[in-house]
């Protein structure tokens, strides 16, 4: 079987290849590539959680549910502020490149 176009491209989908943790969403946090988040409770009781985000393709804030526990499948470009999240969760943003 051969490919056309770049190989890499086709091992690289679906791939989280740079991660950051949030520390603070005292400020809303916006990236300028799509970014995936994983959410990881502080308890296991929290099976899904909702945040208000701007997912890719639109300009407005909406309220977008998340699976815990694995990296979701919404792409987003930014988290609005949120004082409560961070208290009872872990909160990581994964890109599909290398982010700086």
Request: proline letters at 4%; charged letters at 20%.
């Amino acid at each position: 079987m051969s490919y056309k176009g770049n190989e890499q491209s086709l091992f690289d989908a679906g791939r989280i290849l740079s991660v950051k943790k949030l520390t603070s969403l005292a400020e809303a946090f916006e990236s300028d590539y799509p970014f995936s988040i994983y959410v990881r409770p502080h308890t296991m009781i929290s099976v899904d959680v909702v945040i208000s985000a701007i997912p890719a393709l639109d300009s407005v804030a909406v309220d977008v549910p998340v699976e815990c526990n694995a990296w979701s499948t919404a792409l987003l470009k930014r988290i609005e502020v949120d004082n409560n999240l961070l208290s009872e969760n872990d909160i990581y943003v994964g890109w599909g490149i290398k982010v700086k």
